[in-house]
């Protein structure tokens, strides 16, 4: 992991250790202040350049998305409250810098029929060679858990063993985003793929000590950038991956792993409506079921249930507010 290099680094540090103490994921946070950081070093800063012209300027030469400029622009806003609560500042520099317009932003939405698609062919991806066979068929089962049960990416990579209950089927979801946890129901073909699973991991590893749910031949985790890497050629070689668009103000986003969870939202919601209930009364479960902080943020998923194709999603704004 890259450290900081600026006179700051120290500070920022302390700041993420911080944010770490309270739950917070630092993936994106550090990022955006590494941002701040490269530019305090080319400009040569120290504490008296800190004024709002300094930000405006870091501002303009971010060469970024408008709704990525906001976020680091939002990322060194709170760290310069950090430090005045460290006493080392008085005022926060950059409480007067507007953020830009930001554009709405429209999720790629698989169908049903796309997902069971997607599944298919990863499923006829998985290599039968001794190297990869367990860790292909451990990939399988995460996409398969992002698209059946809603889960973000990071949840079925981190499951210990003694998350998974089969005789109650459920799947213990511990200190995810948020520091949640939470105990959710799964459906019998998210038991029997689990069960194949095992089953074929027990027969290749004799020895097997790992207390990860899902593991490679090595008995080691697998990464997001193993399942990233195999979405990304399945979806080229079915023809469904396209680029991200955007058209006015609206981003249109390619698809990724993540976009599983929004299609199972959505459909959930549809399936609800088809019949005869009424989605927004299942908002606090599914929101329950999904780790979202508060139930508010699952319905922006009501705003696409009446949408048959991408081109009728609108007004995704509040996604970008709070993203999950």
């Known amino acids: 992991m890259k450290p900081f290099e600026s006179f700051l680094a120290t500070e920022l540090n302390a700041f993420l250790a911080y944010r770490q103490s309270l739950g917070y994921s630092l993936d994106t946070i550090r990022y955006h202040l590494r941002l701040f950081d490269r530019y305090v070093m080319e400009k040569n800063a120290d504490w008296h350049s800190f004024q709002p012209g300094f930000f405006l300027d870091m501002r303009s030469h971010i060469k970024l998305e408008k709704n990525s400029v906001n976020a680091n622009i939002w990322a060194t806003r709170n760290f310069f409250q950090f430090l005045i609560r460290q006493d080392h500042m008085k005022e926060n520099p950059l409480q007067d810098i507007p953020l830009l317009k930001k554009n709405a932003i429209v999720p790629f939405i698989f169908s049903p029929e796309q997902t069971d698609q997607l599944l298919s062919a990863i499923c006829k991806r998985i290599r039968k060679t001794k190297h990869r066979f367990l860790r292909d068929l451990a990939i399988y089962v995460v996409v398969f858990l992002l698209a059946r049960c809603g889960m973000r990416i990071s949840e079925p990579l981190r499951l210990q063993r003694h998350h998974y209950r089969r005789d109650d089927r459920t799947l213990y979801i511990e200190k995810t985003k948020f520091c949640k946890d939470r105990l959710i129901p799964i459906p019998k073909e998210v038991v029997s793929e689990i069960e194949n699973y095992l089953s074929v991991r027990k027969s290749l590893l004799p020895d097997d000590d790992s207390p990860f749910l899902l593991v490679r031949t090595d008995q080691k985790p697998l990464t997001d950038g193993q399942v990233w890497k195999f979405f990304r050629t399945t979806m080229k070689e079915i023809g469904l991956d396209q680029p991200k668009r955007v058209i006015g103000n609206v981003n249109f986003l390619r698809p990724t792993p993540h976009s599983l969870r929004h299609s199972f939202a959505v459909y959930t919601l549809l399936k609800i409506k088809e019949r005869g209930g009424d989605p927004k009364y299942a908002l606090p479960i599914l929101a329950a079921y999904m780790g979202h902080s508060e139930y508010k943020y699952t319905s922006v998923y009501l ?19 709070k993203k999950e």
């Open 303 to 321: 705003r696409v249930t009446d949408a048959i194709s991408r081109k009728n999603l609108v007004d995704f704004s509040l996604w970008q507010e």
